[in-house]
């Protein structure tokens, strides 16, 4: 099975690994044990990767349950997931779905080999019942350094963010990105996004100069937040630029500001969200 995986270090403790579909992953190593946030979309062997970055014993946590985040799971003993992500588990795991996203995403991250991937370039789906309740405020103490566990629902019921404290870096995955995903069936409202935005911010208020995401390898600074929340109140108040789209479900989505061909604002603002028009208001 092809490698597809590289990696970037960001400080003496915290790796960034790329995947196949340029989603990223999160090694963190500690004195005496190693943290790896997400697994990816399951092509390619991630532990034999991980193994040449590491021998620390090693545990495994995901920000949310989405295909391209969980799916290499299957290859570790057991993992830590909210269990408000659980069905995300079952919902996407699908041989069709798992291999329509790589193929999709085939020519964006420059992958142009995973048009032709079949089932057989995957791991084996994620298994459920490895899965442990990662709860809101789990804490991993590796040694030297810490990694924090907040929740912050929107994209996904369960999602998290990973706050790395000695190192001054937070992890906010696809929970608050350059363009968060708000589109889906199951995300909550703008209104109710906003109240957790807003939680999370006073929650971590001082305690980190950088943010880190989930895929593009983008790093924000504490800006992320208020333009995020901006977005909201235009959504709410109908002011945004409503830029017609189709999200992954293939379903019509509008997007708040106009986008450039990689997926950064126009306008230069960092942040922006792709949302239904069903699911502004609680």
């Known amino acids: ?91 996407d795991s699908s041989s069709a779905l798992r291999v ?19 089932i057989d370039g995957f791991q084996p789906k994620a298994d459920p019942e490895k899965g442990i309740d990662l709860k809101d405020g789990t804490v991993f103490a590796l040694g030297d350094i810490t990694a924090e566990f907040h929740a912050l629902p929107g994209h996904t019921p369960g999602s998290m963010t990973v706050l790395f404290p000695e190192d001054r870096i937070l992890l906010t995955g696809d929970a608050c990105c350059g363009v968060t995903l708000l589109s889906f069936m199951y995300c909550t409202s703008i209104e109710e996004y906003r109240e957790a935005l807003l939680a999370l911010k006073a929650k971590l208020e001082g305690r980190y100069d950088r943010i880190v995401v989930s895929h593009g390898g983008h790093e924000f600074t504490n800006e992320l937040f208020d333009s995020v929340i901006e977005c909201c109140d235009e959504i709410s108040a109908r002011t945004d630029e409503k830029i017609p789209m189709t999200d992954l479900d293939g379903r019509p989505s509008l997007c708040a500001h106009a986008m450039d061909f990689i997926h950064g604002r126009k306008d230069g603002k960092p942040g922006n969200i792709v949302y239904s028009e069903k699911n502004i208001y609680r």
């Open 1 to 91: 099975m092809k490698s597809y995986f590289k990696s970037k270090k960001l400080s003496d403790s915290l790796t960034r690994i790329y995947g196949a579909t340029g989603e990223c992953m999160y090694l963190v190593t500690g004195k005496e044990r190693a943290l790896l946030v997400d697994t990816g979309t399951g092509i390619g062997d991630l532990k034999a990767y991980v193994e040449t970055l590491t021998d620390k014993p090693l545990t495994v946590a995901m920000t949310h349950g989405h295909v391209d985040h969980v799916q290499g799971a299957s290859q570790f003993e057991e993992y830590y997931l909210n269990q408000k992500d659980r069905f995300l588990l079952s919902r």
């Open 100 to 118: 329509g996203y790589a193929r999709f995403m085939a020519i964006p991250a420059r992958n142009p080999e995973l048009e032709k991937i079949n």
